[in-house]
Nanobody, 118 residues
């Protein structure tokens, strides 16, 4: 079956960096758009950014210039590099996969916690 497994979260000081990974299995990775979302306590889930099946990136304004999404087709893995972290970046980060010609997300990971201390 399809699995998305995130890793790499943790506790970091403001201004620091982390790299999150999302390893995908059970799907044809090269035909899926991969998206990162986050959800902070008491807040709605928020779009962070996406890398399309062909490698095109889109980012939310709140992370543009600080976060970078990349993908490794050989490893079926998508990465989220988080730089210049702020306390307001504290959230559970989720990756999600959708087929390249669809709108809805078929698969979600379990999430990884990122906590940024001030």
């Amino acid at each position: 079956q399809v699995q998305l497994v995130e890793s790499g979260g943790g506790l970091v000081q403001a201004g620091g960096s982390l790299r999150l990974s999302c390893a995908a299995s059970g799907l044809t990775f090269s035909t899926y758009d991969m998206t990162w979302f986050r959800q902070a306590p008491g807040k709605e889930r928020e779009f962070v950014g996406r890398i399309t099946w062909s490698g095109v990136n889109i980012y939310s304004d709140s992370v543009k210039g600080r976060f970078t999404i990349s993908r490794d087709y050989a490893k079926n893995t998508v990465y989220l590099q988080l730089n210049s972290l702020k306390p307001e970046d504290t959230a559970v980060y989720y990756c999600a996969a959708r087929p390249r010609d669809r709108i809805n997300y078929d698969y979600w990971g379990q999430g990884t916690q990122v906590t940024v201390s001030s």
